[in-house]
């Protein structure tokens, strides 16, 4: 077993899609569109593929038993950790592409440097770099 996807459902997938390719550098991997419509689009990230998929998705998939996730109110208990070198610049970069201030870079005890943003559609993101050895 290995993590493959991580998939979150949003309102409007190509502006998603857009942003993260924006904010943080990563390449459109895989586009489904049908009738016009963009439902589902994945980005190179790594190993691990980051997928957006329509809220209308959402509700076929699982039948609407899910939360919509927003930008409003306090961010889900989960967060996207993306690793840079430069911790300050990619920050720097992620709010200039629209995303929101939620703690400004921070050395940590054990040496990483972090910082919180919050995407547009409210997804918890957190830009840090490799834990020290």
Not at 29 to 57: C, K, P, W
Not at 76 to 104: C, M, P, R, T
Request: hydrophobic share 40%; aromatic share 12%.
């Amino acid at each position: 077993m290995k993590l493959g996807y991580i998939v979150i459902y949003v309102e409007d997938v190509p502006q998603v899609i857009n942003f993260y390719k924006s904010a943080f550098g990563f390449e459109t991997r895989f586009i489904y569109e049908q009738q016009g419509n963009i439902d589902y689009g994945e980005l190179e990230t790594g190993d691990t593929v980051l997928a957006f998929a329509s809220h209308q998705l959402g509700e076929m998939n699982l039948q609407g038993k899910y939360e919509k996730v927003s930008a409003k109110g306090n961010p889900f208990g989960y967060e996207l950790a993306f690793v840079s070198d430069d911790v300050n610049a990619a920050y720097q970069k992620a709010i200039e592409a629209g995303a929101i201030s939620v703690s400004e870079p921070t050395e940590k005890p054990w040496g990483q440097t972090v910082a919180y943003v919050r995407a547009q559609e409210g997804t918890l993101i957190e830009i840090c770099n490799p834990i020290p050895k």
